[in-house]
């Protein structure tokens, strides 16, 4: 596994991505799009249809295919997944993509062996009263992650602490066995910063469809018999339609807005990641990760590239 620790690096903002001019009244798709192959079936014809018009910015049309989508297959997931997250910014007056609220809960104790008359140990450890957090959002319907990657990215931050924290802790577990499938411990800092780990290609890879727990455990003092932990879901999906789209389409920011229509939200941090250590000069890029970050509540936290 590795990871990567950026020091003091967020800005204001809501995460956003700018959608361009979007024509003020939706093109209705009332027959079945006439270049995609006929062999294939009609839900899968609009699928590639919308994820097509993605990559076009074409934003309004491509809602109206995922909604013929569900209709050709209704209570798909796939093409749930991308209205909800098209709806929202096809409105009138809006011109912005927007992260969804749900995500992993914030630092939570991880016992209750807490010696009487001492103070909330999340005070102690975070004195300004911020906390780590995932900056990957979770969905909103059933609170997982979602990802293609059989060997996914994590990505966390971690605020200033007190004192340095002497470890760090992260693990991953199958739902299903249930067992315990990655596990890995490393130093802290006392200094704000982010944390991605990686689960190595040289691990098994995760299948689809399963959940996968996994757990960010923070240990602010080695006396204590107790620690604060982040914990989350991640599921991996595979979606034919969209691989098929992803295969057409090479500029990075046009993948990472693909993978945010459907909800994968692992991929697009990634990616925007990568994006900011290959163009640490784009100013683009730049200001996505800064509003990434303020999503999630990290707004007062100086910013620096990774």
Request: charged fraction near 20%; charge should be neutral.
């Amino acid at each position: 596994m590795k990871y990567q620790l950026w020091l003091h690096f967020l800005f204001t903002g809501c995460f956003c991505l700018p959608l361009g001019l979007i024509p003020p009244t939706p093109v209705l798709a009332t027959h079945q799009p006439d270049h995609v192959v006929k062999s294939i079936s009609t839900y899968d014809q609009y699928m590639q249809v919308g994820y097509a018009k993605i990559a076009q910015r074409e934003y309004r049309q491509a809602l109206v295919y995922f909604q013929q989508a569900l209709a050709a297959r209704p209570g798909d997931r796939q093409a749930a997944e991308a209205i909800r997250n098209l709806e929202a910014y096809t409105q009138p007056g809006s011109n912005v993509i927007i992260f969804p609220e749900g995500r992993p809960s914030r630092t939570v104790g991880g016992g209750s062996r807490v010696p009487e008359g001492t103070t909330n140990k999340e005070e102690k450890c975070f004195p300004d009263e911020q906390f780590p957090v995932s900056l990957i959002p979770a969905n909103e319907q059933d609170g997982k992650q979602r990802t293609t990657s059989e060997h996914p990215q994590f990505w966390f931050y971690i605020p200033e602490t007190t004192t340095a924290i002497p470890r760090l802790e992260f693990l991953l577990r199958d739902d299903q066995i249930p067992q315990n499938l990655y596990r890995k411990t490393f130093e802290g800092g006392a200094k704000a910063g982010i944390v991605s780990i990686k689960i190595p290609t040289s691990e098994a890879p995760l299948t689809a469809d399963r959940a996968y727990t996994w757990k960010l455990s923070i240990i602010c003092d080695s006396s204590s018999p107790i620690d604060l932990y982040l914990k989350g879901k991640i599921e991996v999906v595979k979606d034919p339609n969209l691989y098929s789209q992803m295969q057409q389409t090479t500029e990075p920011l046009d993948q990472a807005m693909l993978y945010a229509t459907a909800g994968l939200w692992e991929n697009f941090v990634s990616i925007l990641a990568d994006l900011r250590r290959q163009r640490p000069h784009d100013s683009q890029i730049n200001q996505y990760w800064v509003e990434l970050l303020a999503s999630v509540g990290l707004a007062k936290a100086p910013s620096e590239s990774p």
